[in-house]
């Protein structure tokens, strides 16, 4: 089965700290494409940033980067100079061809950041 | 224009009723969705249409009936639901159903059944 654990249910830091949110996943595919998707107050979900799994580079943007581990099949999500617009609950997906390329989603990771 | 656009953004509706939501899209997507989220959990996909032809049904309630009737618009039919059928409804688009650069969402329906 291909599966996604987010093991942080919540987390909260102060503003202007630097949040590191964890993924694991798991998939005996070789190729596919991992996100990170934000669901803020507004119920808008929006693309955070994404990896392909071929691409050794760290996706970076702006304060959003990621720490992409293959072998270990992780994949964090590094916030700089958190911002109180970046309360949200954090998504992490992946797809491979396995999954006809549809989301598969972690269960979430509320984030506060603290005035 | 990078907007994926639901209406309503809030529906009550009574067990007997019927109603639609609208999705609707103008970035050339090829590949629509409509996915179901309860509180504070992913979404669940429903349906996928790819080049306006069902592509996938996730075995849901023929009480929710999809339409594509043309490449950006995606409408959700709703007839004789059940209070657990209350969620927020999300519609995304991709550019093709496939390794794309991620789907977008729109904001998002809160229905209310009661």
Not at chain 1, 53 to 62: I, L, M, R
Not at chain 1, 112 to 115: D, E, G, S, T, V
Not at chain 2, 65 to 80: D, F, R, T
């Given at each position: 089965?291909?599966?996604?654990?987010?093991?942080?249910?919540e987390?909260?830091?102060?503003?202007?700290?630097?949040?590191?949110?964890?993924?694991?996943?798991?998939?005996?595919?070789?190729?596919?494409?991992?996100?990170?998707?934000?669901?803020?107050?507004?119920?808008?979900?929006?693309?955070?940033?994404?990896?392909?799994?071929?691409?050794?580079?760290?996706?970076?943007?702006?304060?959003?980067?990621?720490?992409?581990?293959?072998?270990?099949?992780?994949?964090?999500?590094?916030?700089?100079?958190?911002?109180?617009?970046?309360?949200?609950m954090?998504?992490?997906?992946?797809?491979?061809?396995?999954?006809?390329?549809?989301?598969?989603?972690?269960?979430?990771t509320k984030l506060?950041?603290?005035? | 224009?990078?907007?994926?656009?639901?209406?309503?953004?809030?529906?009550?509706?009574?067990?007997?009723?019927?109603?639609?939501?609208?999705?609707?899209?103008?970035?050339?997507?090829?590949?629509?969705?409509?996915?179901?989220?309860?509180?504070?959990?992913?979404?669940?996909?429903?349906?996928?249409?790819?080049?306006?032809?069902?592509?996938?049904?996730?075995?849901?309630?023929?009480?929710?009936?999809?339409?594509?009737?043309?490449?950006?618009?995606?409408?959700?039919?709703?007839?004789?639901?059940?209070?657990?059928?209350?969620?927020?409804?999300?519609?995304?688009?991709?550019?093709?159903?496939?390794?794309?650069?991620?789907?977008?969402?729109?904001?998002?329906?809160?229905?209310?059944?009661?």
């Open positions: 089965a291909q599966t996604v654990t987010q093991s942080q249910p987390m909260s830091v102060q503003e202007a700290e630097t949040v590191t949110l964890s993924c694991t996943y798991d998939t005996s595919e070789n190729n596919y494409y991992l996100f990170w998707y934000k669901q803020p107050p507004s119920r808008q979900m929006i693309l955070v940033i994404r990896q392909e799994a071929y691409k050794q580079q760290n996706a970076t943007e702006n304060r959003f980067s990621v720490n992409f581990q293959k072998a270990a099949k992780s994949f964090s999500l590094k916030i700089s100079d958190s911002q109180l617009g970046d309360t949200a954090y998504f992490c997906a992946f797809m491979t061809s396995r999954s006809n390329y549809q989301l598969i989603w972690g269960a979430g506060i950041i603290k005035p | 224009d990078t907007e994926v656009t639901q209406t309503p953004k809030h529906l009550v509706m009574g067990m007997t009723n019927k109603k639609s939501l609208k999705c609707e899209q103008h970035m050339g997507h090829r590949a629509m969705y409509w996915y179901k989220q309860k509180a504070k959990k992913p979404p669940e996909l429903m349906f996928v249409y790819s080049y306006e032809k069902l592509s996938i049904n996730e075995s849901v309630p023929s009480r929710f009936s999809p339409e594509c009737p043309n490449s950006s618009l995606l409408n959700l039919h709703l007839h004789a639901l059940q209070p657990e059928d209350s969620a927020l409804y999300l519609c995304a688009s991709s550019q093709v159903q496939g390794p794309t650069r991620g789907a977008f969402f729109g904001q998002g329906t809160r229905l209310t059944v009661v």
